[in-house]
């Protein structure tokens, strides 16, 4: 199992433009989400999907969109970046009723 | 305001010493996790503590749940340089996981 995969490691946007950051998990595991770490902020959940077809907002929902086609992708979308979303993000996932949440790698994000 | 506060959010130690790190609440948890995170990778869960009063051991941590399950602590003995890292208490509110600000840890050889 390759567990949470997520592309790219790195990207720079300047402000306004849009990109979607992919994640993609090989373990069937319903629930997937989305944090950002900021320093001295911990995690911050952006979005979550407890299965398909089925996402809902976390703490920081505002200027993110999320989709949840099918059970091993869920990406996060930026339709018109800012400075203030300059951050690491996270992707997670976990079976439903489980609390081991597994994370991938990390995509860090820097808007000019 | 946090919904879980960890102090200290700094610690910097020499190898071999012992250190307690905290999490607290005044909300009442069913369960409570800890994640290790090192430097460019995600979180990695360490230990899920369920009772009040529960003691977990993982090696030289030893992981406390409060007797109320507001708060949790997180004791290291005999610090080593690969027991650096961001350390994430993270407890599940409704489906969704909520962490602490973390504390940064270094061990210095």
């Known amino acids: 199992n390759a567990g949470v995969t997520q592309t790219p490691k790195f990207q720079v946007l300047k402000t306004g433009q849009s990109m979607t950051l992919q994640c993609a998990q090989d373990?069937?595991?319903?629930?997937m989400s989305w944090y950002r770490q900021d320093p001295g902020m911990g995690l911050r959940l952006i979005h979550y999907?407890?299965?398909?077809?089925?996402?809902d907002q976390g703490e920081v929902p505002n200027g993110y969109n999320v989709s949840r086609s099918t059970t091993e992708d869920f990406p996060l979308r930026l339709l018109s970046a800012a400075p203030s979303q300059t951050s690491v993000y996270f992707c997670?996932?976990?079976?439903?009723?489980?609390?081991?949440?597994?994370f991938g790698p990390g995509t860090r994000l820097l808007v000019l | 305001t946090q919904l879980l506060e960890q102090s200290p959010q700094f610690l910097s130690i020499q190898e071999g010493e012992n250190l307690t790190v905290y999490c607290n609440s005044s909300?009442?948890?069913?369960?409570l996790q800890w994640y290790r995170q090192e430097p460019g990778e995600g979180p990695v869960l360490l230990v899920t503590?369920?009772?009040?009063?529960e003691v977990k051991k993982l090696k030289r941590l030893t992981f406390q749940f409060g007797d109320a399950r507001k708060d949790s602590s997180l004791h290291i003995t005999a610090a080593q340089p690969g027991d650096t890292g961001l350390y994430l208490c993270?407890?599940?509110?409704?489906?969704?996981?909520?962490f602490g600000q973390g504390t940064e840890l270094s061990v210095k050889p």
């Open positions: 503590v369920v009772t009040g009063g």
């Open positions: 373990m069937n595991h319903e629930y």
């Open positions: 997670a996932s976990r079976r439903t009723g489980v609390e081991t949440q597994y």
């Open positions: 993270a407890v599940n509110q409704g489906g969704k996981l909520i």
């Open positions: 909300s009442v948890f069913s369960s």
């Open positions: 999907s407890v299965g398909a077809g089925i996402t």
